[in-house]
């Protein structure tokens, strides 16, 4: 389905019923797949054979799902995972293990930078943080003869700054390793990192793609362009013999276009189980189906609040990529120039103590822990999703304390407004 636009695909692809097949993809709802003979399945585990024994390494409707999303952004290969944070996870110890080094943007979701600052340094793993906005000559500071990937974010969460994807992608490869996009926010709706030069993408399903706030999951989609055994020596994990699978050189017997997922699947998802529920990839697929269509709301709604906002003299500031005059607009409108997404950060008048006032007085709009849903929510990060880090760390991240994070629904766009002017005129 490569040739077909990308509406086509949310719709239709990873998934062609043959004749007397269900037009629905299948929910095959089995933790086991039952084999003639152990030969048989003695060639899975040996990764001899294509097929199923074990839904916690692979299930069809999962992989089902996981194709459509990979022929949406262009990859070579795709995997589920239980959720975004496993995405995150898995995309990057899959090639950085004890000793390994990351360079990352600071402007990430909060849970990822824990994940990299605290977490995995205990796994012996270090991270430089740089600004999304540094200077060439600044990135290329970040790198040392340890670094293992780059990683950033399409639109960061909750900052909202827009990642300049070619220079993070040239830098990384100029050193020879990966770029790993998360493009939660963007959708391949938007943007589509692979074509940018990104190598490896992740996503949260849980926010746009599945769009109702009903089934937590992630994603991660191969470019199949890095070429590992170029670079055999920073990647033994791919480009040595795995014992656990009998001596299987991975970027050797699976080559570029497979060896990524293939160990991600094979050995990381064997050994930490972070195992998609096939009931949760049926949900997020009827997702997909609109998200084409919802993306595109969600990003008007935005924008016709983000331009109240702006002219509204009891909100200090406002963060938009999709408002003339944003610091990231041409920088959006180079990658996404159909839109961004739905979501808006700004600073109410009166900092920490004011925006807590104001969420309060919300009706229609919720306080939730979550973003990207048909229904409208909001969020102050600081107390919260950010909440493990220092003022100076915020200030870094670009999550100034007094930021609100507001994800407009498909709800009508004054109504949005409407709610928004009566919870400020609480405050003063």
Known sequence: MSEHRIETKCVQGGYTPGNGEPRQIPIIQSTTFKYDTSEDMGKLFDLEASGYFYSRLQNPTCDTVAAKICEMEGGSAAMLL??????????????????????????????????????????????????????????????????????????ANPALKVLDIEKFANAAHKHGVPLIIDNTFATP?????????????????????????????????????????????????????????????????????????????????????????????????????????????????????????????????????????????????????????????????????????FMKALKLIAIETHVADARSCCLHPANSTHRQMTEEELIAAGVPSDLVRLSCGLENSADLIDDICQALNTIY
């Open 82 to 155: 239980s959720s975004g944070q496993a995405a995150s996870f898995f995309a990057t110890f899959n090639i950085c293990e004890n000793g390994g080094h990351i360079v990352s943007s600071s402007a990430i979701y909060g849970g990822t930078y824990n994940l990299f600052a605290v977490t995995m340094k205990k796994m012996g793993i270090s991270c430089t943080f740089v600004d999304p906005d540094c200077t060439e000559e600044e990135l290329e500071a970040a790198f040392t003869p340890e670094t293992k990937l780059v990683f950033g974010e399409t639109i």
């Open 189 to 357: 709706v938007h943007c589509r990192p692979i074509e940018w030069g990104a190598d490896i993408v992740t996503h949260s399903t849980t926010k746009y793609m599945d769009g109702h706030g009903a089934a937590v999951g992630g994603c991660i989609v191969d470019s199949g362009k890095f070429d590992w055994m170029k670079y055999a020596d920073k990647y033994p994990g791919l480009c040595t013999p795995d014992d656990s699978y009998h001596g299987i050189t991975y970027a050797e017997k699976f080559g570029k276009e497979g060896a990524f997922i293939t160990k991600a699947t094979a050995q990381l998802m064997r050994d930490l189980g972070t195992t998609p529920s096939p009931q949760s990839a049926f949900i997020l697929n009827l997702g997909l189906e609109s998200l084409h269509v919802r993306i595109k709301r969600h990003y008007e709604n935005a924008l016709a609040v983000a331009k109240f906002l702006k002219n509204n003299d009891k909100i200090s500031w406002v963060n938009f990529s999709g408002l003339e005059g944003d610091k990231y607009y041409e920088l959006a409108k180079k990658y996404m120039p159909d839109g961004t997404c739905g979501v808006i950060s700004f600073g109410v008048k009166g900092g920490r103590k004011a925006a807590e006032k």
